[in-house]
């Protein structure tokens, strides 16, 4: 009913940039809060950024001044920009929307398949 489609992924050499899409579809009536998470192997997964449908933003600290997150309402599309890439930003990256359908008008969480980041030293 709901699919969530991550792309950009990818490797690249620390100090790089990557940016990171995630198209909503399907049977959506509204989107509200989205956010990128990420798991590191042998690591729980973590929160990386946030954004309200509004436009508010919250980040990790490990990934503040470098990343930024942003969303285009019109286009069920969320986007995570990755500045000055380190090592240890590598992990699966994942997309999270909380999405009102229009079959159940009911709010609930739906995931991405993830998308592998590699920054090498």
């Known amino acids: 009913q709901v699919q969530l489609v991550e792309s950009g992924g990818g490797l690249v050499q620390a100090g790089g940039s990557l940016r990171l899409s995630c198209a909503a579809s399907?049977?959506?009536?509204?989107?509200?809060?989205m956010g990128w998470y990420r798991q590191a192997p042998g690591k729980q997964r973590e929160l990386v950024a946030a954004?309200?449908?509004?436009?508010?933003?919250n980040y990790a600290d490990s990934v503040k001044d470098r990343f930024t997150i942003s969303r285009d309402n019109a286009k069920n599309t969320l986007y995570l920009q990755m500045n000055s890439l380190k090592p240890e930003d590598t992990a699966v990256y994942y997309c999270n929307a909380a999405i009102v359908t229009s079959i159940t008008y009911r709010r609930d969480d739906y995931w991405g398949q993830g998308t592998q980041v590699t920054v090498s030293s």
């Open positions: 954004i309200t449908r509004g436009g508010s933003t």
């Open positions: 399907g049977r959506i009536f509204r989107i509200n809060g």
